[in-house]
């Protein structure tokens, strides 16, 4: 058996290279690759840059030649000081962990170390899966999966619920999880405090998480909490958690928390019980160590816990132990780490500031929070992003998922991230071929919507979403439909219009997920139009959008010619912005614009731009409303900047031959005269973004003042 393992060393250290290895290098870095008796050894010097090392990326061609699959960990904490702080080999063929990263720098692990697991626990936004290929640079997913071309910190994914299924016992003093909340509850004001109060419908989680959050309340201390049984049980730890094996923490047993509070980041207002700021400090899995702590409620009963963490700071074995527990109103435990491979002398959580959800620090979180949690609300609708944060980053569907729906027969049941979706009719032709090519199955737009799916989420994960279905084909008539039906998924995200009328849609669907957006396509939902504006603030618009819609008698030369000159505008108004192609005839273009603006500002400022630019071809430009009375000319449409008026979104299909996409481009791009609005289909755009990326993406929710005209 082959067994992977890696080690960083400094830039200053010499070592040299060992027997058969080869070695690459870059104008940043120095990889030094090898094999001894069975094993392969990465040795990084420095800094690199696994995007642009074409180098490294031979190598481990060469190295995983008849060897299978490999997984690449990128280590994201140090993400703005250097272009990539890690790589980890972290799986041999038969698929054992060998290697992971350690808390301070990267560390060996053999495969028989004693954390181990039959299944990825690292938090999924921060893993690539991949075959040679990708390693060729042909990736699937975004650029920013590998860490290394995105300078901007990303929002992290928690660890998915994998795994096998924790023990339900339950003995003295641990009864029902909602009758375990009721002391969390009796302590809070949910009207004024964003903490989660608990979804009483909260079934258990599959897989066993753990969560550090480091909070400043009137006094500064780390939540240290341990998925358990439905809830989370909670020790607050005033000097935090450590590697150290010498040291003996002092962990205040607390209040079970409940489960929607594992990544819970943002503030606690002041004078309601734990006011202050929360930051999730680190998170990963936990399992127990030995056969008396597999029932852990009855292990954590009898005031002794022993067990093993996997995170992103914190990893070994660990013990809670219980000192007295009859002196004063809450236990007073002892946590502990046993001197194993992982232990660290002397380490210091207070060195490791940082979120591993955001990257940010508790004084960032203060000054500017994300995420605010309406307690009011169904824990799926919870959650709602604030302020300027990047989106969240999801991963794509691993190999052994799209083989699992290629061998599906025409009907059956796929699971994808750990949803169950009902696929029908796979076989069903949704769009008909181009010109010697074949036509399109649904079975192939789900599989495209699984895999472009990092791309898409970011617009539309916190938006309303229209969807343009055309169950029986794009060759067939289509209809819009909004209203989420009775029979879709429990676990499909939806919102409530509070304010909409009799006889309209009330329910709207909330695509925030690989598996929803999977769904939408088995659902006929070629095109997905999502709202202007996100939620809460579904009156308040984040992007201006400008819609050149071109008439029978304008060519896409002459759209062109309108988009270059909307260039033009915004360059000389010093407003960012970026063109997309729509699929179809014509280009839009989304400027991205600060909270606080209304729809009738938004469509107030496209539209003096608008005639701006007509006023300069007006033999291009007609601005009738009704499409007999244009001459055949364009419009240049500002009207779309108006509540539940939509565009359709980046990386969406268009019901037409072929399944061409819409997609973003460079202003440059307008330039090239190969550029077509249809050139760009499910079978071509992934290739593209592989190697150029989304160029959109860094405007989503920057927050831009839109120019006084």
């Known amino acids: 058996m082959t067994a992977y393992w890696l080690r960083h060393v400094p830039p200053s250290t010499d070592v040299g290279a060992t027997a058969g290895a080869r070695s690459s290098a870059t104008a940043a870095d120095a990889i030094v690759i090898g094999r001894s008796q069975g094993t392969v050894v990465v040795t990084l010097h420095g800094t690199f840059d696994l995007g642009q090392s074409a180098g490294l990326r031979r190598v481990l061609d060469d190295l995983i030649e008849g060897q299978g699959n490999l997984a690449i960990l990128v280590d994201l904490r140090d993400l703005g000081r250097i272009d990539c702080s890690g790589l980890a080999v972290l799986r041999n063929a038969s698929g054992q962990i060998a290697a992971r990263a350690g808390s301070s720098g990267w560390a060996g692990r053999s495969a028989s170390s004693s954390i181990r697991s039959p299944s990825p626990v690292w938090p999924r936004s921060s893993t690539v899966r991949s075959r040679t290929n990708a390693i060729r640079g042909r990736r699937i997913g975004p650029a920013a999966a590998l860490g290394c071309r995105r300078r901007r910190t990303p929002t992290r994914r928690a660890p998915p619920r994998s795994g096998q299924d924790a023990p339900r016992g339950r003995t003295r003093g641990m009864a029902d999880p909602q009758e375990r909340l009721q002391t969390y509850r009796a302590k809070r004001d949910f009207s004024v ?46 000097k935090g958690p450590t590697l150290d094996p010498k040291a003996r923490q002092l962990a205040v047993h607390v209040e079970d928390h409940p489960i929607e509070y594992f990544d819970f980041e943002g503030v606690i207002p002041k004078g309601s019980y734990g006011g202050g700021d929360v930051i999730v400090w680190d998170w990963g899995t936990w399992q127990p160590s030995r056969p008396a702590d597999a029932d852990a409620v009855a292990a954590i009963d009898r005031g002794e816990l022993h067990f093993d963490l996997l995170g992103e700071k914190l990893a070994g074995r660990f013990v809670l132990v219980r000192r007295d527990r009859d002196k004063g109103a809450k236990e007073q435990w002892l946590l502990l780490h046993k001197n194993d491979d992982h232990a660290r002398p002397g380490w210091d959580p207070e060195e490791h500031p940082r979120s591993v959800k955001s990257g940010r620090t508790n004084d960032e979180v203060l000054a500017a929070p994300d995420v605010e949690w309406h307690s009011d609300r169904p824990a799926a609708e919870a959650a709602i992003r604030l302020g300027s944060g990047p989106p ?45 090519e074949a036509q399109i199955t649904k079975r192939e737009l789900i599989r495209y919507h699984a895999r472009v799916a990092p791309f898409m989420l970011p617009y539309l994960y916190d938006r309303p979403i229209n969807l343009n279905r055309f169950p029986d ?74 819609d050149i819609d071109p008439g029978p008698n304008v060519t896409f030369d002459d759209v062109i010619v309108l988009a270059r000159l909307y260039r033009t505008a915004l360059d000389h108004l010093g407003a960012a912005g970026m063109p997309k192609v729509t699929g179809k005839r014509g280009v839009q273009i989304w400027v991205p614009i600060a909270d606080g603006y209304s ?15 007509g006023a300069t071809v007006p033999e291009l430009v007609s601005w009738e409303w009704e499409t007999n009375r244009r001459h055949g ?12 008026k939509t ?19 460079r ?21 593209r973004l592989a190697t150029e990326g989304d160029p959109l993406w860094p405007h989503i929710g920057r927050q831009q003042k839109l120019p006084p005209l």
């Open 392 to 436: 969240p980053t999801w991963d794509p569907p691993t190999d052994e998922e799209l083989a699992a729906l290629d061998g599906l027969g025409k009907a059956g049941t796929w699971t994808l991230q750990g949803r169950d979706l009902k696929l029908t009719n796979l076989d069903k032709v949704l769009f008909p071929g181009r010109e010697g």
């Open 473 to 546: 084909g794009a060759d067939k008539p289509g209809f819009w439909h909004k209203e989420v039906p009775g029979h879709a998924p429990t676990w499909l995200t939806r919102w409530h219009r509070d304010d909409v009328d009799p006889g309209e849609t009330a329910w709207y669907f909330v695509v925030d997920s690989v598996p929803a957006l999977a769904w939408m396509a088995n659902y006929g939902g070629l095109e997905l139009h999502a709202w202007t504006s996100r939620l809460p603030e579904v009156h308040q618009p984040t992007w201006a959008l400008i």
């Open 633 to 644: 000319l364009a419009r240049l449409d500002y009207t779309q900047n108006a509540i539940n």
């Open 667 to 687: 202003w440059e791009e307008l330039d090239d005269p190969d550029l077509r609005p249809d050139r760009w289909t499910i079978r071509t755009v992934l290739d």
């Open 193 to 238: 405090t964003a903490e989660p109060a608990g979804d009483a419908d909260a079934a258990p989680a599959a897989a066993r998480r753990f969560v550090v959050q480091r909070h400043r309340a009137s006094r500064l201390h780390y939540d240290f909490r341990l998925e358990v049984d439905g809830v989370l049980a909670s020790w607050a730890v005033p």
């Open 599 to 613: 729809f009738a500002d938004a469509r107030k400022w496209v539209e003096k731009v608008s005639r701006a630019v």
């Open 647 to 665: 565009l359709v979104a980046p990386f969406s299909a268009r019901p037409a031959a072929g399944a061409p996409v819409s997609v973003p481009i």
